[in-house]
């Protein structure tokens, strides 16, 4: 499975933001597709996942002001960000996995946000 995110960049405090990644390969119809983030001296954190029934979860930090959701075939997400606090700023990772492995994690390449004025 291979993961291509676009998107990113950078953005003033308050503004809004959207990042998407496109999943190809040897994908699965039943998945869960997401986004983690790493800031400067910082651990990767988890961020929010949709499943491919619809499904989401967020971490509280993100909550009511990011988005999580994905497209009719199932293979591309998109996370829209709205309120950007400096504290958003980070390397942003798609991540995939699906039933024939749930303990298997697929990443994309990372895509930067930076929250600045």
């Known amino acids: 499975v291979q993961l291509q995110a676009s998107g990113g960049g950078l953005v003033q405090p308050g503004g809004s933001l959207s990042i998407s990644c496109a999943a190809s390969?040897?994908?699965?119809?039943?998945?869960?597709m997401g986004w983690y983030r790493q800031a400067p001296g910082k651990e990767r954190e988890f961020v929010a996942t949709i499943t491919s029934g619809g499904g989401t979860n967020y971490t509280d930090a993100v909550k009511g002001r990011f988005t999580v959701s994905r497209d009719n075939a199932g293979y591309t997400v998109v996370l829209q960000m709205n309120s950007l606090k400096s504290e958003d700023t980070a390397l942003y990772y798609c991540n995939y996995k699906d039933y024939r492995n749930w303990s298997t994690d697929y990443w994309g390449q990372g895509t930067l946000v930076t929250v600045s004025s």
């Open positions: 390969g040897r994908t699965s119809h039943i998945n869960v």
